[in-house]
Nanobody, 128 residues
Framework: EVQLQASGGGSVQAGESLTLSCTVSGFTSEDLGIGWYRQRPGTAREGVSCLSTSDDSTYYADSVKGRFTISIDNAKKTVYLQMNNLKPEDSAVYYC?????????????????????WGQGTQVTVSS
């Protein structure tokens, strides 16, 4: 059974940092897109970042470029989202997802992306 375990959310002040973690289990493919979406109240989920394990390519939404970094620890089968210089508009529930077409994650609305596997959400709250 494929499972994603997300953690690392919290409440911080603007300008501070948080790191989210997503541990993957049950996948047999070594070519996998793993990424993060976020959802603010009253809005659809939006793609934030994605990492392709086949070549370590990374993809970011324009709103987080230069502030967020996605990375992977293959030994731990864990993907991290390092979020620096957080802004109040980054406040959302963050979800990790797997088996993603990474190149479209930051570009297409979530309803246009076929996503089978979601982790549970983790809340990030940034106060001004």
């Amino acid at each position: 059974e494929v499972q994603l375990q997300a953690s690392g959310g919290g409440s911080v002040q603007a300008g501070e940092s948080l790191t989210l973690s997503c541990t993957v289990s049950g996948f047999t493919s070594e070519d996998l897109g793993i990424g993060w979406y976020r959802q603010r109240p009253g809005t659809a989920r939006e793609g934030v970042s994605c990492l392709s394990t086949s070549d370590d390519s990374t993809y970011y939404a324009d709103s987080v470029k230069g502030r967020f970094t996605i990375s992977i620890d293959n030994a731990k089968k864990t993907v991290y989202l390092q979020m620096n210089n957080l802004k109040p508009e980054d406040s959302a529930v963050y979800y990790c997802a797997a088996d993603l077409p990474c190149e479209v994650v930051p570009e297409l609305p979530v309803h246009m992306v076929h996503i089978d596997t979601w982790g549970q959400g983790t809340q990030v709250t940034v106060s001004s």
